[in-house]
């Protein structure tokens, strides 16, 4: 196969697998602020924890980290769950309107950062860490990939799909969507809105989670790791327009691919590429791609 | 918002006691010790940064995350205008300029974005912060070959006194605003801006005006901020803390009132500086729980819940209008 079609070829495989996983840590803060309406600031922090619950899983252990996926998924979810369950639920009963709610509980979120970094920190030491899995080469039609790049992109598409689907068959679904159109309303209809709200914190943060496992094997991990994918799950869920959650998965991909091809020319100026492209879509159109 | 307006006798005891914190403060350098003035110096900054940030975004009602963008605009101002060989300008004269120069671009963003309302405007503003960053650091990078630049060293007592002046001078600048017509114009925007539109305010003025004159006082205080820190990049110019911190603070003091902000910014930089210092293990855990438990428990802010107090000692004479 000739270079240039190799390189191209890389560069869509790296971009979907940088993408897929942009996509699921958009859609889960997507859940969490379109519908339960929090900003959560520690969204990243999320993506930390399920990283390093990975690497200690994998190297102290020695489960396999494509089962951490149903061990640390599920605990994320949990936490999730508790936290919107007592602390967000209470902030918002006491707030006077939903403006108010959504500044206390952006506050709340970054005390909710400092906290969750600051265990981690005593927990795994502040030094980058990494370990390797799957870490040999395939060989497509010529191109040589990464195992793990191949896996980390088949299941985040996956999971992305399947959580879609579960969004838009099952009846738990329903009334979340509900609730993310009309929460008032919903609840009037006998969606009880204090647990939908709570399911979508902990889909969301376990989304966050199941990311942070499927990329821990790409990338050396650190506590400090967790605000750069918070800030690229709120430029995704713009850009694919608020409270869309295909919006947020698109979004992801595209953002991902052009995180891609700018890392190919010039590595240093990717986050200013993502910014340069999201700045120049809020003004050319505010509501996002997907946005009503 | 509270709409209280200073009644004649009511102005008497806060301004003795303004009057009181002025006199200690500027009296700070003949008594304190050597890290007290840096302390203060840092809480000052703070100040500046939250008062600032609440003389736009609290009276209009538009979240700006722009003030690290700002105070990072007048850190650069300081590190071209005064390295550490070949001084031409006075600090002062620099000083000036790095806010004049944060204005200026805060009138380009400002006239470009501000139709931009609620999160986007907010998200908008915190892009323009990572976006100059990293233009910024490559370029230094890539063109001039650098990884910073150094600045040159200013005795500490007139850095305090400058932080000092900048601080009064935004103090001054948000009372008379608040009281003045074109505050008044900026509240009814931040209530209803279509109804302010409607009743012959020039929105796009008062809001574009607004902004540039609250980043004048970051870029001001970021251009005196500079010769504190003696060595900058593009990372440590533009922390994007720089951006959240204000927030933080001007939440956590109050927003109802012009003493709010600064007590906020006072208390929680305190915090964050002692913290650091004697817990530097745990204090951002520390630092956090405090923060979930203020927001649990004081949604009005420190000063809401000292007023709050205040009504039930006397016995609720003062009913809260």
Known sequence: MPESIVTILDITIGGLLLGGIYALIAMGLSLQYGVARVLNIAHGEFIMIGAFGTLTLYTVVGINPLICLAIIGPIIFVIGYLLQRTLFTSLRVKAPNPGAYEASSLLATFGLMFIIQNIALIAWGADYQAYSYLNFGVNIGGAIFSANKLVILGFSIGIGLAFYIFLARTRIGKGIRAAAQDPATASLMGVNINRVLALCFGFGAAMAGLAGVLYSMRIPLNPAMGLQYTVIAIIVIVLGGLGSIPGAFIGGLILGIIGEVVTYFDPSLSLAAYYFIFMLLLLVRPKGIFGK | ?321
């Open chain 2, 1 to 321: 918002m509270d709409i209280t307006r200073f009644k004649s006798k009511k102005f008497y005891i806060p301004g003795i006691i303004t009057l009181i914190i002025f006199v200690g403060l500027a009296t700070l350098p003949l008594f304190g010790s050597f890290y007290n003035v840096i302390l203060v110096t840092t809480l000052l900054m703070y100040s500046i940064l939250t008062v600032s940030w609440v003389l736009f975004s609290g009276l209009t009602g538009y979240m700006s995350l722009a003030t690290a963008a700002f105070f990072g605009i007048g850190i650069y101002a300081s590190a071209l205008l005064l390295p550490t060989k070949g001084q031409v300008l006075p600090v002062l004269v620099v000083v000036f300029i790095g806010g004049l120069a944060s204005s200026i671009i805060a009138l380009g963003v400002g006239a470009l974005t501000l139709r931009l309302r609620g999160i986007y405007f907010a998200i908008f503003t915190f892009g323009l912060v990572v976006l100059i960053m990293e233009l910024l650091n490559w370029w230094e990078l890539s063109v001039n070959k650098i990884l910073g630049r150094y600045v040159m060293l200013v005795d500490n007592n007139f850095i305090f006194y400058t932080m000092l002046g900048i601080f009064v001078l935004v103090m001054l600048t948000f009372f008379f605003i608040r009281r003045s017509k074109f505050g008044l114009a900026m509240r009814s925007i931040g209530e209803n801006e279509e109804a302010a539109s409607h009743i012959g305010i020039n929105v796009t003025m008062v809001k574009v005006v607004s902004f540039a004159i609250s980043s004048f006082f970051m870029g001001a205080a970021g251009a005196i901020w500079a010769t504190k820190l003696t060595y900058i990049n593009a990372h440590v110019a533009f922390s994007v803390l720089f951006s959240f911190l204000p927030v933080l603070m001007a939440i956590f003091g109050g927003m109802g009132n012009i003493y709010g902000p600064v007590i906020g910014a006072f208390i929680f930089a305190y915090l964050q500086e002692t913290l650091q210092t004697k817990f530097s293990e745990i204090y951002m855990l520390i630092f956090g729980v405090v923060l979930v438990l203020a927001i649990l428990y004081m949604p009005d802010g420190f000063t809401g819940l000292i007023q709050k107090v205040w009504r039930r000692i006397s016995g609720g004479k003062r009913v809260h209008t």
